[in-house]
């Protein structure tokens, strides 16, 4: 079953394998929020009080970095690497300072696709092609395509046959 408890086991596990020489400068917390159907994965900086820990675990002044992931996840037909590499783009984020407390690398978070050239260098080659495809072919159906609206165009006469109504009256 996935729940936030599947998740920190995933992020443990993939810090440990791929991003075990990026010191853990402050706490990182990872959960499922809201079915968001673009945005998959988000890293922000939060309170310690903000996830229910107390105060006296962090040392003073040191801000949590909290990782928000899809609640479209939990369901099982995503598959596994599909979660995994979400999560490791949030820990690539935080390993280039952004909602952590490393010195920030980038001007921008996503700057030269510095987010895709790090997945590469730390093993995930693979992953991020698979993703892409996974993504384009199956996301849609579990998310629902969107509805079209159709647009009631009103009919608008032309120019000739204003002047016709006007001239006959």
């Known amino acids: 079953m996935r729940n936030d408890q599947w998740l920190e086991n995933r992020l443990n596990l993939i810090w440990n394998k791929h991003f075990f020489d990026i010191e853990r400068k402050n706490p990182i917390h990872i959960h499922f ?3 968001a159907k673009t ?13 229910g820990e107390e105060r006296k675990t962090n040392p003073p002044n040191t801000p949590n970095s909290l990782i928000t992931i899809t609640g479209y996840f939990t369901n099982e037909i995503v598959p596994e690497y599909v979660v995994d590499l979400v999560i490791a783009h949030e820990l690539c984020h935080y390993a ?3 909602c952590s407390s490393h010195p920030q ?8 696709k ?17 993703q892409k495809t996974w993504l384009k072919e199956s996301w ?3 998310i629902g395509s969107p509805k079209r609206r159709r647009i009631k165009r009103r009919k608008v006469s032309s120019l000739s046959s204003i002047f016709k109504l006007l001239i006959s009256n």
Not at 114 to 130: N, Q, T
């Open 140 to 142: 849609p159906a579990i």
């Open 39 to 51: 945005r998959l994965g988000s890293i922000r900086l939060a309170g310690s009080r903000e996830h």
């Open 96 to 98: 280039h300072g952004f």
């Open 114 to 130: 510095v987010i895709d050239k790090e997945l590469y260098k730390r093993g995930f080659g693979e992953e991020v092609k698979r």
């Open 33 to 35: 929020g809201k079915r």
């Open 105 to 112: 690398l980038y001007k921008n978070p996503h700057q030269g």
